[in-house]
Structures are given as C-alpha cells and as structure tokens.
C-alpha cells in the first residue's frame, strides 16, 4: 500500500473520516464459521472468539496472522507540569525514553514475551507543550505536524498494532481533553496519574477547570479541544489510530490517555474506532468513563496505570491465544467429535 498522504487541515481529517474503510465481512464470516466447527461449545472460548474474528474482519482475510506485531510508544512533554500536577518532574520523560531505547522498561519485557516490535517516538521533549490552564498547548499548525508523525509511523505489513504513550503531566492532559468532550470538570476526571496524593488530585481538578474556563470559547469542537488541551503525543496516537484504521490493521489502545486520543476521532466520527480494542481498564477514575462513553468493553482489568502500551503489549498475548486456538483446534470432524445435537 502506498505512503498514506498527510493530514492536509481540518476539513481534510474531517473527510478522510467520513471516508474510513469498514471491516471485511466476508473474512469475518468465514472466521464464525471456523469457530462454530471447533470441538468446544458455542462460544466457550468467549471473547477469544470474538477477538479471532476481529482479527480476521480486519486484517481481511481467513485465516488471520500475527506474523509481524508492532507497539508504538509515543513521548511528549507538557508545560502544565509548572502547575504541581504530577509526582515525578517533566524530565523523567526523556529518562524513560532512554531506559525504553536501552531495554530496561516494562514494555521492553512485555514485547519480548509477546513477540511484538518496539518502537518509541519523542516529539520534540526538549520544547514542552505550553501551559494547558493558561493558554494553548499547541497551535493547529504543530497539533497537526504531531498527527501526521503518528500517521507517518504505520507501515504497510503490520498484522496487529498497539498504541500507548510516556509524558510527564499527559493525564491532566487527558483528563482536560475527556473534561472538554463529554462534560463534567476536573473533579470528575482527574485521577492521580504517576501516584498524586489527595491533595494533589484536588489541586490538578482545579488546574483542569481552569483550562476548561481559559478554553470555553474554542473546546466544544474536538479539534479545537485536541490543540488547545492535549499534547504532541496525544495528537500523534490520534494519528496512528487514523492511519491503522486506513491500512485496515486492528489497533489494541492502551490505558487513559491513549483512550483520549482516539476520543477526539470518535468525536468527530463515532464509527472512527471500529477497529479498535480496549486493552485493559487502568487504575486512573477516569478510564472506565471514558470507555463507557467510547462503547468499549477492556478485555484486561489488573489494576495498572503504567502507560508505555504495557496493558495494550499484554492484550497482544490474549490475541495469540485467540489465534492458535482459532487455528489450532481441530474440528469436530476432524477429531471425530460428536457435535451438539
């Protein structure tokens, strides 16, 4: 498939939204069918069943392969962090971008175990985002350079994607943004991200409504919502889950702030994430809002709130469970099962 063409301005993501591919049907079918043969129960197998035929949907074909399996960890730094809004200072992103490139994270290990490619990308961490309760944090020309990164980094070839990110101060980025597109203030989103304590979740909720009062003339419209609040790791997670959407390639999202990322697409189009899975429900409060109004169901709950594409990287394993079995197993006439009667 050729290079996927830059987002042009708003109008164009707009089009390019109304224009998105849809699931193969015929692939899908072929999948169920599969499925009703195998020596088990209908639907004893529950949502590794389902996740066969996702798989096969939109990979657009039967059988479907994990042959080549890519998570993409986008890093951006956010000048909100002035504002006493996270536990950890804003260099800690550039440090664990270094300890990711090095091998020493989490998602590093969960890529090993789960045969999947790694690869991070840091936009500009040297030039902060400006401070979100005060002014824009990007201006449309660098929200959209951020998106097209993202869009940039889907190749043709990849049979399954996960998407998360690393930023210092990107859940108060989060939470502002789901604040600006389903309503509610800081209260009702902030959470306590890298382990704020009471007093400090209380002093990021104001620091959220006071974006929300500096921005209340542009956020209604999510693109507005998206530069004025989120960040350039934010906008390029949009990206990528745009371009995987174009190219056909099923998407496993991450926790809180990659769900916000996608939201800006499901606000503008609320077909956008048909692709998409929820890899895991996170610890920060707001997940579990957030996904309710996306209409996504986690298929992991374990109580992390990591980031890095870490429960996206362990759903990656669900999805290979799925496929051998959906491969693997016989079928009752293969085996010379009796089927149900």
């Not at 270094?98 to 590093?108: D, E, K, L, S, T």
């Not at 507005?224 to 099923?250: D, K, S, T």
């Not at 709950?301 to 870490?310: F, I, K, T």
Request: proline share 5%; charged share 15%; hydrophobic share 50%.
């Amino acid at each position: 498939m050729a290079e996927l063409s830059p987002v042009a301005d708003l109008d164009d993501l707009k089009a390019r939204l109304r224009q998105l591919p849809f699931a193969d049907r015929v692939a899908a079918e072929a999948a169920r069918a599969r499925q009703a043969s195998l020596t088990k129960p209908p639907g004893a197998l529950g949502r590794l069943e389902e996740l066969a035929i996702w798989l096969a949907a939109w990979q657009g074909r039967e059988p479907p392969r994990l042959a080549r399996v890519v998570a993409l960890v986008f890093a951006g730094n956010h000048g909100v962090t002035v504002r006493g809004i996270s536990a950890y200072p804003s260099a800690v992103t550039a440090q664990m971008v270094a300890n990711f490139r090095a091998g020493g994270a989490a998602i590093n290990q969960l890529c090993r175990i789960a045969q999947a490619e790694l690869e991070v990308i840091a936009l500009e961490l040297e030039r902060p985002t400006a401070d979100l309760s005060s002014a824009p944090a990007m201006s449309e020309e660098a929200c959209l350079a951020a998106l097209n990164r993202g869009l940039a980094t889907v190749e043709p070839g990849i049979d399954l994607l996960a998407i998360g990110e690393m930023g210092i101060g990107n859940t108060t980025s989060a939470a502002a943004l789901c604040a600006a597109l389903y309503g509610g203030g800081g209260n009702m989103w902030a959470g306590p991200g890298t382990g704020l304590d009471a007093a400090g979740i209380a002093r990021k909720a104001a620091v959220i409504d006071q974006a929300l009062a500096c921005h209340a003339a542009m956020v209604s419209e999510p693109f507005g919502a998206l530069y004025r609040l989120g960040g350039r790791e934010i906008a390029a997670m949009a990206g990528a889950v745009l371009a995987a959407r174009e190219r056909q390639v099923p998407v496993l999202l991450d926790g809180f702030v990659a769900g916000a990322a996608a939201a800006v697409l499901h606000a503008l189009e609320p077909g956008a994430l048909a692709h998409v899975q929820a890899a895991h429900l996170s610890a920060e409060p707001g997940h579990v809002r957030l996904l309710e109004r996306l209409g996504l169901r986690p298929l992991l709950q374990l109580d992390m709130r990591l980031g890095e594409a870490s429960g996206a990287a362990l759903a990656i394993m669900l999805c290979r469970a799925a496929l051998a079995c959906h491969t693997g197993m016989a079928t009752f006439t293969e085996a010379g099962v009796s089927s149900k009667a």
